[in-house]
């Protein structure tokens, strides 16, 4: 049920997030979702890439500094209220949410949202309570 996060830490200057993605472009690793934190003189790029361990290859090899994670995507209606609905569920299901952001996709009306969250535990057994489970890595085509 996990799917494999790739954080690279990056210099924030000019010119550093396209250097990582002409890497991985001329690799053919394509991204499926990203995600950028930043502060003044460094950032973080959280990649889900259709090959995490190719990228993550290609990433180290050409001197990067990364980490894999484990995070969880869960589908949700693309609608009005779709990513409220869950959210409401996880906000009574007491669970804390340290980040999330969304993945692309081109299926219509559904919509993927990635989750890093505390308690795994507690995370499936809350979404299970309301019928709604994680997407497996297979259900979106990444390795």
């Known amino acids: ?27 053919n690793v394509n991204l499926r979702a990203l995600s950028i934190a930043e ?43 779709g990513l409220n609905e869950l959210l409401e569920v996880l906000a009574e299901g007491d669970i804390s949410i340290e980040y999330m952001y969304s993945y692309n996709t081109r299926e219509d009306g559904t919509a993927y949202m ?12 809350v979404l299970a309570k309301h019928g709604m489970k994680p997407v497996c890595p297979s259900d979106l085509n990444i390795k």
């Open 39 to 81: 502060s003044a003189d460094y950032g973080v790029l959280r990649i889900i890439a259709d090959d995490s361990k190719k990228a993550s290859s290609v990433l180290l090899s050409s001197g990067n500094i990364l980490s894999m994670t484990p995070v969880m995507a869960v589908a949700v209606p693309d609608k009005p209220a």
């Open 114 to 125: 990635i989750f890093r969250i505390s308690d795994e535990k507690k995370f499936l057994e």
């Open 1 to 27: 049920m996990h799917i494999n996060q790739i954080s690279v830490f990056l210099e924030n200057r000019t010119g550093g997030l396209a250097e990582i993605t002409r890497l991985l472009a001329e690799n």
